[in-house]
Structure formats: structure tokens, C-alpha cells
């Protein structure tokens, strides 16, 4: 290769050609200017508005098809009577049968009910711990559109400090403005309470007994959200 061409290409794919516009380092900025790197996060308490219940059916046989025939005859009639009511996510958990001693097998089908109709949701799961299912699980969640809807209302508070904390910076070190940079966004996220799947002895009550229906109050769930920047100080 003849030394100019490799000069040239050498000039062309030198990394400080190349990020000379990115200002990652104190050499990469112009003259006069300084580059800091600044965060701003906000956060706010939301109410959960959705309900979630995990139920199951847990049942003990030597005989595996004859225990597998009551859970499903069980969790038919469940499904159904969940999917009369209106509104309600109902959907089929993880199905197991296993052996638990010699010539013993148990077995269990769990199911899900999620919706905004607290008041539903709390009314069917009292109609099916009564046919036998038993709670593995109960408690609000923030809903995806509410979560969104709130996070960009921290987004916009967010920008709107960082850029005072940028301009707060330049006033202090004695520029005249500030520019943001390669803004960062991190959605962070809050923390929201999932009901979490038990295993437990299945109840057993007698035929005429007649169970409450749970109770459930929604509580608030953070939500938090950080943007970051270099802010080029001029």
C-alpha cells in the first residue's frame, strides 16, 4: 500500500475522527465548553386497580385416572361458572399429578381470575372455594395503561428538571447555556404485589356449609422513572 493511501485511511478510521461529535471524553468538546453528565428522577403512588386471584383443586387418589377424572370434572364446572361473569380474565394454571406415597397419588389444577370487577372477582371466588377450590393467591396490580399513562406524566417532569438542573449547572460554573445530550431513559419500574401460587392441604367442609367470599382492599404501587443526559455546558 502506497504511504499516502494508508495515511488517508488511517486519518479516515481513526477513532477520534470518528467520535469527535459524540463528546465522550474532555478531548472530544469544543473549546470553551465543559460536559457533565446529570440524572433527574421522578417518582408518584398509584392506586391498583386490578384484582388477581389464584385458585386451585387438590385432590388424593390410588387410583389416577379415577383422580384425574374428579379434576377435571371439578375444573370444568369451575371455568364455567367463572365465564359467566362478565369482564374477568379466566384462564387454566399448571396441571400436576404426582405420587406422594406408595400406591397414593395427588393431584392439582390451578386457575386465574384477573379484571377491574373487584367485586366480581371476590363473589366468584367465594362460589368456587365452595366447590372445592382452595385460595393460592390474592391481591391488586397496577394496570398496564395506567402504568404507561403515569409514566409519561413522570417522563414529561422528568425532562422538565433535568433541563433545570442542566441550566442551574451552566449558571453556577458561568455559561451562558446548556445543551442536552444522548438522553437516557430508565423506566425503573415500582413495585406491585403478585399473588403468588401455594401449595397447601386441600379444606374440607361439610356439604351444607356456606363460605364468605374473600376480601380484598387495593393498596398503591411506586412508580418511578429516571432520565439522564450529558449536558454540554457553552
Known amino acids: 500500500m502506497r504511504p499516502l493511501i494508508a495515511a ?30 446529570l440524572s433527574a428522577t421522578e417518582q408518584v403512588e398509584i392506586e391498583q386497580d386490578i384484582l388477581v386471584a389464584h385458585l386451585q383443586y387438590q385432590a388424593t387418589n390410588s387410583n389416577p385416572k379415577t383422580l384425574q377424572d374428579e379434576i377435571n370434572k371439578v375444573m370444568q364446572k369451575a371455568v364455567e361458572e367463572a365465564k359467566k361473569v362478565k369482564d374477568i380474565e379466566v384462564s387454566t394454571q399448571q396441571y400436576y399429578v404426582y405420587e406422594t406415597q406408595p400406591r397414593l ?10 379484571g377491574k370487577n373487584s367485586g366480581a372477582i371476590l363473589e366468584l371466588t367465594g362460589k368456587l372455594q365452595e366447590m372445592g377450590l382452595t385460595m393460592g393467591g390474592l391481591g391488586y396490580e397496577v394496570s398496564p395503561e395506567a402504568l404507561e399513562k403515569t409514566r409519561d406524566g413522570l417522563l414529561e417532569n422528568a425532562l422538565v428538571k433535568l433541563k433545570a438542573k442542566a441550566e442551574r449547572t451552566a449558571k453556577a460554573l458561568g455559561k451562558a447555556e446548556a445543551e ?21 392441604e386441600m379444606a374440607v367442609m361439610s356439604a351444607d356449609a356456606k363460605m364468605a367470599a374473600p376480601v380484598a382492599d387495593p393498596g398503591k404501587s411506586q412508580v418511578s422513572l429516571t432520565v439522564s443526559a450529558q449536558a454540554l455546558l457553552k
Do not use: E
Not at 488517508?8 to 460536559?35: C, E, H, R, V, W
Not at 397419588?105 to 384477573?114: D, E, F, I, S, Y
Open 8 to 37: 488517508a485511511l488511517l486519518l479516515m478510521f481513526s477513532p477520534a475522527a470518528a467520535n469527535a461529535q459524540d463528546y465522550k471524553t474532555i478531548l472530544d468538546i469544543p473549546p470553551g465548553t465543559t460536559l457533565v453528565s
Open 180 to 200: 442536552l445530550l444522548q438522553i437516557n431513559v430508565d423506566m425503573g419500574g415500582g413495585y406491585y404485589p403478585q399473588p403468588m401460587m401455594m401449595r397447601g
Open 105 to 114: 397419588m395427588q393431584g392439582t389444577q390451578g386457575m386465574m381470575l384477573r
